[in-house]
């Protein structure tokens, strides 16, 4: 197995990644991003997002997507956005290793907090997060408004 940075050609693997991942969260009709936005949006000028993937003999079977985010209490930190196997290939190291990637691209930034979210009933994750040292608050809550609350909102003022 190798693990590398995504690069261009690598995003319509990482979109399929993606899209398997809202099926295993119980959201298939979620992903409305494309290939060319992912392209454009994370090789551009100043990309948005960071990937790591992990190929094995030529194929892409997994991949972590980050970008940097601001604390006001720690300053640079890094969030995991996603981290995704396929489900054939887990099992394989793919998911620790690409996990032990980011973790090991935050300390070489400098930064003072890697961050992420995961689902309540992802037993398995959670765990895996636990044994690795990592901390799972129950006291904050994720706080998103979509697209159309947006556009709900911004009409309203």
Same mark, same amino acid.
């Given at each position: 197995?190798?693990?590398?940075?995504?690069?261009?050609?690598?995003?319509?693997?990482?979109?399929?990644?993606?899209?398997?991942?809202?099926?295993?969260?119980?959201?298939?009709?979620?992903?409305?991003?494309?290939?060319?936005?992912?392209?454009?949006?994370?090789?551009?000028?100043?990309?948005?997002?960071?990937?790591?993937?992990?190929?094995?003999?030529?194929?892409i079977i997994g991949m972590a997507l980050f970008y940097y985010r601001y604390s006001t209490?720690? @300053?640079?930190? /890094?969030?995991?956005?996603? !981290?995704? %196997?396929?489900?054939s290939k887990r099992g394989t190291g793919a998911g620790s290793a690409l996990y032990k990637e980011v973790i090991t691209f935050a300390k070489a930034q400098?930064?003072?907090?890697?961050?992420?979210?995961?689902?309540?009933?992802?037993?398995?994750?959670?765990?895996?997060?636990?044994?690795? @040292?990592?901390? /799972?608050?129950?006291?904050? !809550?994720? %706080?998103?408004?979509?697209?159309?609350?947006?556009?709900?909102?911004?009409?309203?003022?």
């Open positions: 197995m190798i693990l590398r940075k995504g690069t261009p050609q690598d995003m319509p693997a990482v979109l399929e990644l993606i899209k398997e991942l809202a099926v295993f969260e119980k959201e298939p009709d979620a992903v409305v991003v494309t290939v060319d936005e992912l392209v454009r949006d994370g090789f551009g000028t100043h990309p948005l997002f960071h990937t790591f993937v992990a190929e094995q003999d030529g194929e209490w720690k @300053g640079k930190t /890094i969030h995991l956005e996603d !981290l995704i %196997v396929k489900e400098g930064v003072r907090r890697a961050e992420w979210v995961v689902l309540d009933w992802n037993k398995h994750a959670i765990d895996f997060y636990k044994r690795s @040292g990592a901390r /799972i608050f129950t006291d904050w !809550l994720t %706080v998103q408004m979509d697209e159309e609350g947006i556009t709900k909102f911004t009409l309203s003022l």
